[in-house]
């Protein structure tokens, strides 16, 4: 089946008792046995749910993969994938990781002695260079939180395979829809399922989907026995997302393209931070490894701080929120929103500025958007 085809229809089969066109929700903790030792394929919630199932099923047929498992938030299945690793391991990690895996893989796995060591993959030479004896995992985000660096997935697949090492990618920003990470040798896709794939800020979720039998028996038994599973109403919703997942992200990007013209053109901003733009230094890459730019935008005011502030202030339409990839557009600060742990220094190191602003662009009327950035900005 195509993209869109499977988008829509899942794996999951009208109801069978009733013939309900949308599956039915398995509001259940348990299921009763027909006699000792043969249930019907579920015994517990925490191993397996139908409504789960039928997500995990349709999750799986997006991105290309053989297994998928939907967990209770993205961090929960980034939690999930560290389980997979030992005391002494290290891993490898783009620099611009999300401030909330930087948080677990820097606060607490350090204390179960994992190292990591974090590098520019927007040059993938950056990624064998620091690999040790000891290095078990590479961990890619592509496009990154917040500044929307690209990583060549093919080039450092190319190295995870050479040097046989778990291949991580959170594609939460380009989705499906854009980017299928298993194609260029991702051993596992993490998503936020909170962000676009659900699409309606109604829930937190999170997946992993893998090819291989061996990590998605072993992430199985990790969910079994941690638990962090999603209820069966969030996978139903999430289903109710992904219907629409392709239609929403094509206007997500044509929103963000016209805004990212408007916001290169304006004379307040000082950079503006946009895969599909050809200033962005991996525009090459990132056209060629996706097939849309997806709907996130950075840029930089002069004023820095203190513009930045006034802007967020002043939007009405945009809503300042800390989440991104939903049908509503969101504006976030991430100096003291999503990345207020990053210590400053570090921030500025890694070129992120007191002023960066991040836009979820959302599918409102792109005209109604601009105006409202517009009239902020006359309060800058
Ligand atoms: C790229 C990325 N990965 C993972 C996460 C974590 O997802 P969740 O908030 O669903 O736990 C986020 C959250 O913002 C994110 O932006």
Redesign the pocket.
Known sequence: MNFDTNAVRGKSKPDPTTGAIIPPIYQTATYVLEEVGKDKGFDYTRSSNPTRQDLEEHLAAIEGGKHAIAFS??????DSCMKLLSKGDHVVCCDD?????ARLFNKLMTNYGVEFTYVDSQNAANVEEAIRPNTKMLWI?TP??PLLKVTDLEAVGNIANERELLYVV????ATPVFLRPLEYGADIV??????YLSGHNQL???ALITNRQDLFEELKYIQKSVGAVPSPFDCWLTIIGLKTLHLRMSRHWENAEKIAEYLVGHPKVSRVIYPGLESHPMHEVAKSQMSGFSGMISFELHGGLEAGKKLMNSVELCMLA????AVETMITHPATM?HAEVPREERLARGFGDGLVRLSVGIEDVEDLISDLDSAFEKV
């Open positions: 938030s993205g961090m929960a299945s980034a990781v999300y401030g909330g895996t985000e990154t939180n959170d594609t939460t920003f993490l998503h936020s399922l909170t962000k937190i979720g999170g800390e989440s991104l990839g999503t």
